[in-house]
Antibody, heavy 118, light 107 residues
Framework: QVQLQESGPGLVKPSETLSLTCTVS????????WSWIRQPPGKGLEWVGY???????NYNPSLKSRVTLSIDTSKNQFSLKLTSMTAADTAVYYC????????????WGQGTLVTVSS | DIQMTQSPSSLSAPVGDRVTITCRAS??????LNWYQQKPGKAPRVLIY???SLQSGVPSRFSGSGSGTDFTLTISSLQPEDFATYYC?????????FGQGTRLEIK
């Protein structure tokens, strides 16, 4: 059974950079696309971007100037960096597997709440 | 960006009822429409992919239909564990976008 687990700081100061890592277990990261999705408290879901094992990426244009995804196949991990954080970036951040066959997010991490505050 | 609009935003229904949730896309997404269920404090889980395919392990009381711009999720007989928020999501084009959600409550 594939499992995903997010890790990173729960609190980030305004203007700083958020770094989150997702560790994948129970399957190889060297297939599928791997994604980040976020959800502000009490609100809906926003796709951030995804990365393939080759390193190819696709980002949400609304965040593209601030987002970088990377992947480390040797550690079965992929990561998110989001620069210039503001209060509007406060959200639960989920990592998820994107199944290109079904064109859906079929496995998700439990999510990690990131709060932007000084 | 393709805008996804769900209706209703919320509804209440009793156990045993048949419920339908609608999702409309601002332009055609062909068959690339998925449905997710999210319970409080939990990650979403996929129920239906490519409009009408039931994800493995999902009860058969869930079904999806539609194509192009108009889609529906139907729960044939509501169970207590079905009370949650439901989201549609298009994977036809980048950026991937979600509907605003439909909150399903017990009546």
């Amino acid at each position: 059974q594939v499992q995903l687990q997010e890790s990173g700081p729960g609190l980030v100061k305004p203007s700083e950079t958020l770094s989150l890592t997702c560790t994948v277990s129970g399957g190889s990261i060297s297939t599928y696309y791997w994604s980040w999705i976020r959800q502000p408290p009490g609100k809906g879901l926003e796709w951030v971007g995804y990365i393939y094992h080759s390193g190819n990426t696709n980002y949400n244009p609304s965040l593209k100037s601030r987002v970088t995804l990377s992947i480390d196949t040797s550690k079965n991990q992929f990561s998110l960096k989001l620069t210039s954080m503001t209060a509007a970036d406060t959200a639960v951040y989920y990592c998820a597997r994107y199944d290109y066959g079904g064109n859906s997010f079929d496995y998700w991490g439990q999510g990690t709440l990131v709060t932007v505050s000084s | 960006d393709i805008q996804m609009t769900q209706s209703p935003s919320s509804l209440s229904a009793p156990v045993g009822d048949r419920v339908t949730i609608t999702c409309r896309a601002s332009q055609s997404v062909t068959k690339y429409l998925n449905w997710y269920q999210q319970k409080p404090g939990k990650a979403p889980r996929v129920l239906i992919y490519t409009a009408s395919s039931l994800q493995s392990g999902v009860p058969s009381r869930f079904s999806g239909s539609g194509s192009g711009t108009d889609f529906t999720l139907t729960i044939s007989s509501l169970q207590p564990e079905d009370f949650a928020t439901y989201y549609c999501q298009q994977s036809y084009t980048i950026p991937i976008t979600f509907g605003q959600g439909t909150r399903l409550e017990i009546k």
